[in-house]
C-alpha cells in the first residue's frame, strides 16, 4: 500500500462540472417556477378572501433549503424540489395549524387547476406538484413581534414551532465560506451518491449537510477532500448516529423511525462503498482501476465512459455470442384497471400498486422453455427479504411493490440450453 491516493483529480472535477453541479438553465427553470407558483398563491389568496370574506395576505416568501443553499444536483427524472418560506402576519390566519394549510392549499387549487395532483397539505408544508417531477414546497410561517419590537417567527407543521426561515441558511452559508467552498462541494458530491441507486432510502439534504459541515476535511484536491471527509462521516456514525440541528444543538433533525433508519442506511452504505475506493491507494493502480472504482462509488455513466471494457461493454459482448437468436420484451403496465398501456408511454417512475405485463418475442420458433427471473434492489425489498423470484411462460404478470430500479430478465431455452436472454429495468417510485 502506498499513502497517496490515486490522482483521479482531473476526471473528477470534470464529472463535478459537468454531471453533479446543477446547470445555470436549469436553475433559472427552478426560480421560475418559483415565482409562478407564488403568484398564484396571491391571486388564488384574493379569489379565496372574496368567496370567504377573509383578508388572508401573504407578506413576504423566502427560498429555503438546497435551493438557497445552492446544493441542488442534477437528476435524470427531474425530481426537483423547491422550498419556500411563505410568511403572513400571526393575527391574520385561521386558528390552529391544520385549518391555515387547508386555507393555503384551497387558494393554491383554485390557480392549479390543470395540474395532474392537486395541492396538498401535508404536515410540514403545502405541496404543488408537477407531472415532470418537479414539487414545490410552501412552508408556512406567521410572523409577530416580541415586547421589544424583535421579529419572531413560528412554523406551521404538527404544531405551531419557533422557527427562522433564514437561520440554517445563514449557518450554512457562513461555514461555507469559511472553508473555502468546500463544504457546498462536498454536499453536492455526497448527495450523487445518497441518490446513486433509487432503491435507497437516505437521509435528506439537511441531514447530509450537517454531517459534511461537522466532518469537512480539506485537502488540496477535491477527490482528496471529498474522499477523507467521507472518511469522517463514516466514522462518526459508527460511534453516534444522532443529528441535531446546528443552529439548536438540542433538537434532534431525526423526528421518527424512519429518518433513524436512513442514517443507519447511510452509514451503512458509506461502509461498504469506501471499502471499494481501497484501490485508489495500491501502488500498482492505474488509470483504469481508478475510474473503475469511482464507477462502483457513483454508479454513473460518467465513469463508466472512461473504463476501457465497462460491465455494460461485457454484457453487449454476452449478448453478441448468441449469434443471431434475440428476444424482444413487450412490457405493458395496467395503468387503469383492464386498461394497460406501454411502459415507454409512463412519464416518469411507475407507483407502486400497478400490474406490469411482460411478453417474449424471439426471433425464432424453435424454443421450448422462456424463464423469468426478477431482481428487486434497495432497502424496501431488503426489509421484507424479496430479493427476486423465476417464473415462466411467454408471458408473465409482476407488481409493483418496491421502491426502486429492479430488473426483469427473460432467458429463451432450446433444449435445456439458454439461446438469448435480454432484459428491462424498471424504475417504481
Not at 3 to 29: G, I, R, W
Not at 179 to 200: H, P, Y
Not at 316 to 344: C, Q
Request: glycine residues 4%; negative net charge; proline residues 2%.
Amino acid at each position: 500500500m502506498t499513502t497517496s491516493m490515486y490522482n483521479a483529480s482531473s476526471k473528477f472535477k470534470k464529472f463535478y462540472d459537468e454531471h453533479v453541479v446543477l446547470s445555470a438553465s436549469e436553475q433559472t427553470n427552478l426560480r421560475e417556477k418559483k415565482d409562478i407558483n407564488i403568484e398564484r398563491l396571491k391571486s388564488g389568496l384574493v379569489e379565496y378572501n372574496a368567496d370567504n370574506k377573509t383578508t388572508y395576505e401573504l407578506k413576504d416568501h423566502k427560498v429555503q433549503g438546497s435551493m438557497a443553499m445552492s446544493t441542488i444536483v442534477q437528476n435524470d427524472e427531474n425530481e426537483y424540489d423547491i422550498d419556500v418560506a411563505i410568511i403572513f402576519n400571526k393575527d391574520n390566519l385561521p386558528v390552529g395549524n391544520i385549518a391555515t394549510k387547508k386555507m393555503i392549499a384551497d387558494a393554491l387549487k383554485r390557480k392549479c387547476k390543470r395540474f395532474k395532483t392537486e395541492p396538498e397539505a401535508k404536515t410540514n408544508c403545502v405541496r404543488v406538484e408537477y407531472a415532470d417531477g418537479y414539487h414545490i414546497d410552501f412552508a408556512v410561517y406567521r410572523k409577530s413581534q416580541d415586547e421589544n419590537g424583535n421579529n419572531l417567527f413560528e412554523h406551521c407543521g404538527s404544531d405551531w414551532r419557533r422557527r427562522d426561515p433564514e437561520v440554517i441558511t445563514n449557518w450554512f452559508n457562513n461555514s461555507n465560506k469559511e472553508n473555502n467552498g468546500d463544504v457546498r462541494v462536498v454536499v453536492r458530491l455526497l448527495k450523487m451518491f445518497c441518490k446513486s441507486r433509487s432503491g435507497w432510502s437516505m437521509p435528506g439534504g439537511l441531514i447530509q449537510s450537517v454531517l459534511v459541515e461537522e466532518c469537512i476535511d480539506s485537502k488540496d484536491r477535491m477527490d482528496e477532500t471529498f474522499y477523507y471527509t467521507m472518511l469522517k462521516i463514516r466514522d462518526r456514525l459508527e460511534d453516534n448516529k444522532e443529528v441535531y440541528n446546528p443552529t439548536d444543538i438540542e433538537t434532534s433533525l431525526l423526528l421518527n423511525a424512519k429518518d433513524h433508519q436512513k442514517v443507519k442506511n447511510l452509514h451503512t452504505r458509506l461502509k461498504s462503498y469506501i471499502s471499494k475506493l481501497d484501490v485508489l491507494f495500491n501502488i500498482d493502480c492505474t488509470e483504469n482501476d481508478a475510474f473503475s472504482a469511482w464507477k462502483e462509488f457513483f454508479n454513473h455513466n460518467f465513469w463508466g465512459d472512461l473504463v476501457s471494457e465497462s460491465a455494460e461493454n461485457k454484457a453487449i459482448l454476452s449478448k453478441r455470442m448468441y449469434g443471431d437468436y434475440s428476444v424482444d420484451i413487450i412490457t405493458m403496465v395496467e395503468w387503469n384497471p383492464g386498461d394497460y398501456i406501454p411502459i415507454n408511454e409512463v412519464l416518469g417512475p411507475i407507483p407502486k400498486g400497478k400490474s406490469i405485463r411482460f411478453t417474449a418475442k424471439p426471433n425464432f420458433f424453435q424454443f421450448n422453455k422462456v424463464e423469468w427471473e426478477v431482481k428487486n434492489e434497495g432497502d424496501e425489498c431488503l426489509e421484507m427479504d424479496d430479493l427476486g423470484h423465476l417464473s415462466e411462460g411467454v408471458s408473465v404478470t409482476e407488481n409493483t411493490a418496491y421502491r426502486g430500479i429492479h430488473k426483469m430478465i427473460c432467458r429463451v431455452y432450446q433444449d435445456g440450453v439458454i439461446v438469448c436472454e435480454d432484459y428491462v429495468r424498471i424504475q417504481i417510485k
